[in-house]
């Protein structure tokens, strides 16, 4: 509304603020929830952690002192990102040639293949890591088919191990690269790869040096996607890593629910959100960095 | 030159066409092999499976030794609609109220009420054990419903948000000088025209808490767990085969959700937009 209107309609002046003013507080009883059932709790998450026993009784910093003393917690959180930067990586380099293969179906074959990307989002996450569970136990389709082909003759240890955690994360987090990835590459202009190709660029050429910087955007986003939700991802952690492997969320449900020491589950918890928003804040100003420097 | 270079696209469509072929292959081989195993006739995970039944659906559809496992699908779907339902008004409203307004309040408002999608789900879902039990309150299907409110009421205000700024003002104008009073033209006008938007995000928001762990990790116990929760604690234990059953009918159930909003909504050709 600008100012000449309201100007014109000055009789309904009055009636319009009070209008306005309506508006705005359909968003209190929202606000209201979110400071009684998101904020409150996190203020005292937060406070918790400044308790030095699990009676929170006195206050103090010995459970920042405690956590962050021991050297195997830094190892845990190295663990914990270092998990999501591998994810990301197997994320990218299995996934972005299958939205390059995107891009040239028909749209016929394009919804085929976007329901089987969509398919498994609608899937819960526990049968995702069940289904590998499956797929790399000792009898197992893996173990089975290698010792079918007599490649080896002792089941292989697929399960608890990183190597096998890393293989279900990709499979799990991939409709979380693949949706911002094709959206942003179907936006494309199809006329860019043939004026690459027509200047004499080979496809490789074409995709390095054009499709990659385009796409920047949607990659940029789905690895920001992955990235967070791989290194919280509780249940596959816990359920294909084991008890050998030990990540940050594993802690945090171990000390609350197991050891019943809130404080130290709060300092856990607490660096996991400080590490991994962090990361996420940096990788995503990059990615305006690149994208800003494409425009400009 | 030529040469080397139908080399070089050869050996792109190879390389490319290969790795997507591999990523189709991850995608859905997991899934198919988890809904063969469900039909084993033995009492492993044994692939290929050993014989054909349906025991373990059998076994999970009766109601006396699937009892712990029907109720808590049954706690999963009265907070998912629950929550929904709650989220949907809440959101609804907060996106009325805060979609035209230029005030940088409504922005920071917009980003705190975006924010649990960000904040890792197990921080929250700890930060509720302790904010809920130093309170008094002990775990209940009520609680899950606040918890789940939390983290899925943003999904519905983003799609109700964007199908706000859609609106032409134009209409809402028009309706208000024809005479219409606020709540008419937000009841004839405005809802009608956004509810695509609202519906897609409880939809998405349904789903996100039917899928939840981290928050009904923390808030539930025994008694009041839901779905996901139990199949974990199985799969933790003895590896149930019935947890396998419980898949074959999530899968089963995701497809046919997926086809229906496919006629419905045309899921693929938004999701492509």
Redesign the interface.
């Known amino acids: 509304m600008s100012v000449a209107s309201t100007a014109l309609t000055s009789p309904l002046r009055g009636e319009e603020k009070r209008w306005r003013l309506a508006e705005w507080q359909l968003a209190l009883p929202l606000t209201l929830a979110f400071s009684a059932l998101f904020l409150a709790p996190l203020l005292l998450l937060v406070a918790t952690s400044f308790f030095n026993d699990d009676k929170i009784t006195q206050p103090g910093f010995a459970s920042w002192t405690k956590f962050f003393g021991d050297p195997f917690n830094y190892k845990v959180i190295f663990d914990t990102l270092l998990l999501g930067l591998k994810t990301v990586c197997a994320t990218v380099v299995i996934g972005y040639p299958l939205a390059l293969v995107f891009m040239d179906l028909s749209p016929r074959l394009q919804k085929v293949l976007l329901f089987v990307i969509i398919m498994p989002m609608l899937l819960s996450v526990v049968v995702r890591t069940f289904a590998w569970i499956v797929v790399l136990g000792r009898e197992g389709v893996i173990n089975q088919g290698l010792m079918w082909l007599g490649v080896i003759s002792e089941p292989l240890r697929l399960l608890q191990t990183e190597l096998g955690l890393v293989i279900s994360l990709t499979q799990i987090e991939m409709p979380l690269m693949l949706l911002p990835l094709i959206s942003v590459m179907s936006r494309l202009d199809p006329n860019l790869r043939d004026a690459s190709a027509a200047l004499g660029a080979s496809r490789w050429r074409t995709l390095f040096t054009v499709i990659v910087p385009l796409s920047m955007p949607g990659l940029v986003a789905g690895c920001l996607l992955v990235f967070a939700s791989s290194t919280t991802a509780f249940i596959s952690q816990t359920v294909i890593g084991g008890v050998r492997l030990i990540y940050l969320p594993l802690v945090i449900w171990q000390q609350s629910l197991v050891v019943y020491n809130w404080p130290l589950a709060a300092v856990a918890s607490l660096s996991l959100v400080v590490s991994v928003l962090s990361i996420i804040a940096a990788l995503s100003y990059l990615g305006r960095r690149s994208s800003r420097h494409l425009q400009g | 030159m030529g040469r080397r270079?139908s080399f070089?696209?050869l050996?792109?469509?190879l390389?490319?066409?290969g790795?997507?072929g591999?990523?189709?292959l991850?995608?859905?081989?997991?899934?198919v092999?988890?809904l063969m195993?469900s039909f084993t006739e033995g009492r492993?995970?044994?692939?290929?499976p050993t014989g054909f039944s349906f025991r373990w659906y059998e076994q999970l559809f009766d109601p006396i030794q699937s009892r712990p496992i029907q109720r808590a699908a049954g706690n999963s779907l009265e907070v998912a609609a629950m929550s929904t339902l709650i989220g949907v008004?809440?959101?609804t409203?907060?996106a009325?109220?805060?979609a035209?307004?230029r005030h940088k309040s409504?922005r920071v408002?917009d980003n705190?009420?975006m924010?649990?999608l960000?904040?890792?789900?197990?921080?929250?879902g700890?930060?509720?054990?302790?904010?809920?039990s130093?309170l008094g309150f002990r775990p209940s299907l009520n609680l899950m419903i606040?918890?789940h409110?939390?983290v899925t009421?943003p999904f519905i205000?983003r799609t109700t948000t964007a199908s706000l700024s859609q609106l032409d003002p134009a209409l809402l104008d028009s309706s208000q000088s024809l005479g219409a009073s606020?709540f008419y033209t937000l009841r004839r006008v405005t809802l009608p025209l956004i509810f695509p938007g609202i519906a897609a995000g409880a939809f998405l928001a349904f789903?996100a808490s039917?899928?939840n762990?981290?928050v009904s990790?923390?808030l539930s116990n025994a008694r009041t767990d839901t779905?996901?929760i139990r199949?974990?604690g199985m799969?933790?234990s003895t590896?149930d085969v019935r947890?396998?059953a419980?898949?074959g009918v999530?899968?089963a159930a995701?497809?046919v959700?997926?086809l229906i909003m496919?006629w419905t909504v045309g899921?693929?050709r938004r999701?492509?937009?």
């Open positions: 270079q070089l696209d050996s792109y469509g390389v490319i066409g790795i997507a591999l990523a189709v991850i995608i859905v081989s997991p899934v092999i988890a195993t492993s995970l044994k692939f290929p008004v809440l959101a409203l907060a009325l109220g805060l035209r307004n409504a408002a705190f009420f924010s649990p960000v904040l890792p789900g197990i921080t929250f700890l930060a509720a054990l302790v904010y809920f130093t606040a918890g409110l939390i009421m205000l606020w789903m039917i899928d762990v981290p990790l923390f779905l996901p199949m974990w799969m933790e590896l947890v396998a419980v898949s999530l899968i995701a497809f959700l997926m496919e899921l693929t999701m492509r937009d």
